[in-house]
């Protein structure tokens, strides 16, 4: 185990040596901006690791691992030990590889963690983050982030940004994001009012019709730009268009304050009634949006009731998305509303259509307007990047890429950027030691540097530090 893990020719560790100090731009993240502000020392391997990763979870889970070590009242280090068994079976899962990684660059250790080195890296972990080097701050600090965004519901307080922002000396830039997936009412009427009384407190509007609903949501999107966010986030199982008239939206939006659930036909009209307004609404602020399409998402009903949603009973969706999708873009770009988005696919099936949905809507001036996003969830392994970034370069121009998000809770998850360059370092050095790629070093390197750092700020509009 060493810094050249996973670079598998010599070609591949001298481009990745040249582009290694990139900083990280993670536009897309889970982290807590109340872990930032506060930057309370974790309390053992467990804290910073496993109490809030869903993957290893899921892991445990299909090893047969009993529920209460994974979410439940069991020590840390019996949970600690628990995923150290699980970890000596996890060989080709991107999760050995996050493993060994983040334990490397982190902790410095060498080791694969299982049952016979659980307790050494538990004790050594430990005595480590007993250090101030090892806070929430300074986990960022060591992991070269320069910008950061969080996942922020519009009844979200942003207090914790504020606090962010008086933090003398921390000069890492940290973000909301605009996530209103709430407002979509995925969960029932029931949860939907539930989450329309914390909106009407943040907001101070007595909301009891539509266009107050509106006015709310569009006050909050005000207020997150103030905090700095340029980026709107919605998960959505698929877009089938249909053009949604206030009337309709009026008519949908009573029901739901009555509390009666929306049919399956009235949920896709209030879909695409709400996500036409946010992108009109990130359109006058030149923020881009970002579409995470076709996860079917907390399929557990025991889970969902005894531990609560995205506890990692989620899986795949098998849906059609390509005509909905140009529909969408279309009526945007009809009312001349569209500006620079992103589409994720969680299905590998829809990784061409949705490649080549990016090249359909362009503009003067602009690289890469709609692009087809980085590899998420459970595409995010070794194949998986490989194959996203293949479809990405053979459909589109590889160089507009705009880089790795680590879609991650966890302060060590930063090591997935390195392990994404190095993939993509792997790919160009194979195709320039075969005669596939002819340029200059100078010429690959620049493109490198665009695709892991560069494009980023030209995309999102942001300003170097």
Known sequence: MNENYLLDNEKSIELFQQIKNNPIIDYHSHISAKKIAENTPFLNITDIWLKEDHYKWRAMRLDGVHEDLCTGNASDYAKFNAWARTSSKIFRNPLYHWNKIELFKYFNIKKDLNHETCDEIWNHTNELLLESNFRPQELLIKSNVEILCTTDDPADSLEFHEEIKKIQNFEIKIYPTFRPDSAFAFNGANKFNDWLANLRKITNIDINNLKNFLEALKKRHDEFNAMGCRLSDHG?????????????????????LSYNDLDQDQINLWNNYLLIKFCEWNYDKKWVTMLHIGALRNNNDKINASIGMDSGCDSIGDYSHANGINKFLNELNN?????????????????????????????????????????????????????QFNIYSNTGIAENYVGMVTDSRSFLSFTRHDFFRKIICNIYSKDMNQGLITASNESIVNSLNMIFYKNAFEYFNWEHK
């Open 236 to 256: 959505l199982n698929y877009i089938k268009f249909v053009e949604c008239s206030d009337v309709q939206a009026n008519n949908i939006f009573s029901k739901l």
């Open 335 to 387: 009312r001349n509303k569209l500006y620079k988005i992103i589409l994720f696919n969680s299905n590998p099936k829809d990784s061409y259509p949705f490649a080549t949905i990016a090249g359909n809507f362009f503009e003067n001036g602009i690289r890469g307007k709609i692009q087809y996003g980085p590899p998420w969830w459970f595409l995010d392994s070794i194949n998986g990047i490989k194959d």
